[in-house]
């Protein structure tokens, strides 16, 4: 077990990061995603893929994106089924020694809103702080399930020492809302859960990346369950 005191916290603001000069981040043009990329120069691979894109739920999609996980779900209350997606960037499904050129140090997931508006489809909201970035090999997220006012994100991660985290979120006529954190420490079949609530707070104003990252903070419940049936 790690000797890291880590500490819960919800980051309220989103981070913008810019790679390089090409691109600053990722960009909405219309209905296309495009990357935030940054490449080496001497790499025609590089550019071929993050200028070429597929369409997918109406949209156009950089081929440096791949769609990880999606739902179909009614986001602005108008009776029809829109979508959730997430996008995962190859840097991140293919390890580094397998991939040919060098993409963005800081490799995000994203969250995308796409409405259904008169047939045709609109990109809403993309979130960047919500995913877990984790490699294949040791990736936390697990899943997007629809519920019957909203959706939940589930992400778990470990062996003997492991975590399971359920953000649930409600859907609202324009917007999105947490209202709902379940985190439960493992030891074995030994645990310790804590939730969390609140009151219409948006999701454009949290960020749980670090808090994934550090095994969402169960290093003080793994200590408790220790001392408690004394593992």
């Known amino acids: ?3 890291i005191n880590f500490i819960f916290i919800l980051v309220l603001s989103i981070n913008v990061y810019c790679q390089g000069e090409q691109f600053n981040n990722t960009l909405i043009k219309g209905d296309t995603i495009k990357p935030t990329v940054e490449i080496n120069t001497k790499c025609d691979s590089c550019f071929k893929v993050i200028n070429n894109y597929y369409k997918l ?5 950089s081929e440096y994106y791949n769609v990880m996980d999606s739902i179909k779900i009614d986001l602005n209350n108008d009776k029809i089924d829109d979508y959730l ?14 991939y040919q050129f060098r993409v963005d140090s800081i490799p995000k997931r994203l969250l ?8 045709k489809s609109k990109i809403r909201n993309i979130y960047s ?3 877990s970035n984790e490699g294949v090999f040791s990736m936390s997220y697990n899943s997007i399930i629809k519920t019957k006012k909203g959706f939940d994100l589930n992400f778990n991660k470990g062996n003997h020492y492991r975590f399971e985290y359920k953000l649930s979120f409600l859907i609202k006529e324009n917007y999105i809302s947490i209202f709902k954190i379940k985190k439960i420490c493992y030891i074995g079949n030994y645990k310790k859960m804590s939730i969390y609530e609140y009151n219409n707070y948006p999701i454009e104003k949290i960020n749980i990346i670090d808090t994934l990252n550090n095994d969402c903070n169960c290093e003080e419940d793994w200590n ?5 049936y004394n593992l």
Do not use: C, R, T
Request: glycine share 6%; proline share 5%.
């Open 85 to 98: 997606i997430i996008l995962s960037p190859l840097s991140l499904n293919i390890p580094d020694k397998w």
């Open 112 to 119: 995308v809103e796409i409405i259904i508006e008169k047939g």
């Open 224 to 228: 408790f369950l220790h001392q408690k």
């Open 57 to 61: 739920f109406g949209i156009f999609i």
């Open 129 to 131: 702080d919500i995913i």
């Open 1 to 3: 077990m790690k000797n």
